[in-house]
């Protein structure tokens, strides 16, 4: 039996964007809350987004309405939080391969909450002069939203420890329990103890729960990346594919054989697929990608120098200024689900024990989802809140 002191309201497992969002509003409610971070430099989702902010993209009257709350917020947030999240509004160009018809294309866009506008060849080329006329048979045009993700991320840090709350750099390595009760966690060195516990390990959740034999729909792909240094070139708008494979992948994940390689790249097509990207950040550095690839294993051998190789080839295909330009390839687990928006609430029969992570558009929820959940745990009546819990109910294995 463990001899409980309780010392926290609330912990929060991991400071990326889902942790430290969710940190700060829970301080923000006056709850006293310790967030506990493994890497003090980090290296997760949120440290190599592309930092889009596509609200337009709601196909039902939940994620239409989360998409204005979240834009409206993010228009807002660099002065609530004293920090400057680098929030601004650009052109989202989705590119249509020259194989595809764009008006079927088009079509595919009908069901979101704005509808984008089709570019011909040369529009598209007007628009973004960086774009390859013969590797595109034409192009949407959607506004999008844009921070630097992890900038962001820090200014929440920052916010929620003039809150008074306590940041540690420590790996959680175990939930602690007593009986259905979730009361603490352990690290390496210590144990730390709340009356509630809420996981928001990113790609590393569903391991965690895991070790406490608990079976979440939660699962995580490898995204890797390539991140540039400012270079001279000018990109002015968010290019990504029209079609993009990830939500494919995503959708059948549970299809897929758990028996997979170590190498991703030696696998067939149906485990790991290339969405060919780019978008820069205002100092002038660049991020191509992206490639998504699942495995059971969250740290398997990745080759970074083949993964690089297939970014390039195939961002320079639509881009190609940017196919030399010097840059680093990187690896990180991204978390998603394919029950609904984020798995969200509390953990079914595990008192205390809540998650917060799956989100299939992270920064455009997590943020306005962080804020509801503060107001729901403190009592107040919230029927989004109550949705996610019943998706989160339904998740469970």
Same mark, same amino acid.
């Given at each position: 039996?463990?001899?409980?002191?309780?010392?926290?309201?609330?912990?929060?497992?991991?400071? &990326?964007?889902?942790? #430290?969002?969710?940190?700060? /509003?829970?301080?923000? @409610?006056n !709850? %006293?809350?310790?967030?506990? $971070?493994?890497?003090?430099?980090?290296n997760?989702?949120?440290?190599?987004?592309?930092?889009?902010?596509?609200?337009?993209?709601?196909?039902?009257d939940?994620?239409?309405?989360?998409?204005?709350?979240?834009?409206?917020?993010?228009?807002?947030l660099?002065?609530?939080?004293?920090?400057?999240?680098?929030?601004?509004?650009?052109?989202?160009?989705?590119?249509?391969?020259?194989?595809?018809?764009?008006?079927?294309?088009?079509?595919?866009?009908?069901c979101?909450?704005?509808?984008?506008?089709?570019?011909s060849?040369?529009?598209?080329?007007?628009?973004?002069?960086?774009?390859?006329?013969?590797?595109?048979?034409?192009?949407?045009?959607?506004?999008? &939203?844009h921070?630097? #993700?992890?900038?962001?991320? /820090?200014?929440?840090? @920052?916010? !929620? %420890?003039?809150?008074?709350? $306590?940041?540690?750099?420590?790996?959680?390595?175990?939930?602690?329990?007593?009986?259905?009760?979730?009361?603490?966690?352990?690290?390496?060195?210590?144990?730390?103890y709340?009356?509630?516990?809420?996981?928001?390990?990113?790609?590393?959740?569903?391991?965690?729960?895991?070790?406490?034999?608990?079976?979440?729909?939660?699962?995580?792909?490898?995204?890797?990346?390539?991140?540039?240094?400012?270079?001279?070139?000018?990109?002015?708008?968010?290019?990504?594919?029209?079609?993009?494979?990830?939500?494919?992948?995503?959708?059948?994940?549970?299809?897929?054989?758990?028996?997979?390689?170590?190498?991703?790249?030696?696998?067939?097509?149906?485990?790991?697929?290339?969405?060919?990207? #780019?978008?820069?950040?205002?100092?002038?550095?660049?991020?191509?990608?992206?490639?998504s690839?699942?495995?059971?294993?969250?740290k398997?051998?990745?080759?970074?120098?083949?993964?690089?190789?297939?970014?390039?080839?195939?961002?320079?295909?639509?881009l190609?200024?940017?196919e030399?330009?010097?840059?680093?390839?990187?690896?990180?687990?991204?978390?998603?689900?394919?029950?609904?928006?984020?798995?969200v609430?509390?953990?079914?029969?595990?008192?205390g024990?809540?998650?917060?992570?799956?989100?299939?558009?992270?920064?455009?929820?997590?943020?306005?989802?962080?804020?509801?959940?503060?107001?729901?745990?403190?009592?107040r009546?919230?029927?989004?809140m109550?949705?996610?819990?019943?998706?989160?109910?339904?998740?469970?294995?």
């Amino acid at each position: 039996m463990i001899n409980v002191v309780v010392t926290y309201d609330w912990i929060v497992i991991g400071a &990326g964007m889902t942790g #430290a969002s969710l940190a700060y /509003e829970l301080s923000q @409610q006056n !709850f %006293k809350v310790l967030l506990l $971070e493994k890497d003090s430099q980090p290296n997760n989702a949120t440290v190599y987004s592309y930092g889009g902010l596509a609200y337009w993209s709601g196909t039902d009257d939940l994620t239409h309405a989360l998409g204005q709350e979240s834009i409206e917020l993010h228009r807002h947030l660099t002065e609530e939080l004293a920090g400057d999240t680098e929030f601004r509004e650009l052109d989202l160009v989705l590119t249509i391969d020259r194989q595809e018809d764009p008006e079927t294309v088009a079509q595919q866009y009908d069901c979101f909450a704005v509808t984008p506008e089709l570019l011909s060849v040369q529009d598209a080329c007007v628009l973004e002069p960086l774009l390859n006329p013969n590797a595109i048979s034409g192009a949407l045009k959607l506004p999008q &939203g844009h921070i630097h #993700a992890q900038k962001t991320t /820090e200014a929440y840090i @920052q916010a !929620f %420890k003039r809150n008074g709350g $306590e940041l540690i750099y420590e790996q959680v390595n175990t939930l602690l329990h007593q009986g259905e009760n979730a009361v603490g966690v352990a690290t390496q060195s210590n144990s730390y103890y709340a009356e509630n516990i809420v996981v928001c390990a990113g790609g590393l959740s569903q391991e965690l729960l895991q070790q406490s034999n608990i079976e979440i729909k939660n699962y995580f792909t490898h995204a890797q990346l390539i991140i540039t240094p400012p270079v001279d070139l000018e990109l002015g708008t968010l290019v990504m594919p029209a079609v993009q494979q990830r939500f494919s992948l995503e959708a059948g994940v549970t299809e897929i054989n758990a028996a997979t390689s170590e190498n991703f790249l030696e696998e067939t097509p149906s485990k790991f697929i290339l969405d060919p990207g #780019a978008v820069q950040f205002l100092d002038g550095s660049l991020c191509l990608g992206q490639i998504s690839a699942f495995s059971t294993n969250s740290k398997p051998d990745v080759d970074l120098a083949a993964a690089e190789a297939l970014i390039r080839e195939q961002v320079g295909n639509v881009l190609p200024l940017l196919e030399d330009i010097p840059g680093k390839c990187h690896s990180c687990l991204v978390a998603f689900n394919n029950q609904g928006i984020a798995l969200v609430g509390n953990v079914p029969e595990r008192t205390g024990l809540y998650l917060f992570s799956g989100f299939t558009s992270t920064l455009v929820f997590a943020p306005v989802l962080a804020r509801r959940f503060a107001h729901w745990i403190t009592g107040r009546e919230d029927q989004v809140m109550e949705q996610l819990q019943s998706i989160l109910n339904k998740s469970t294995k």
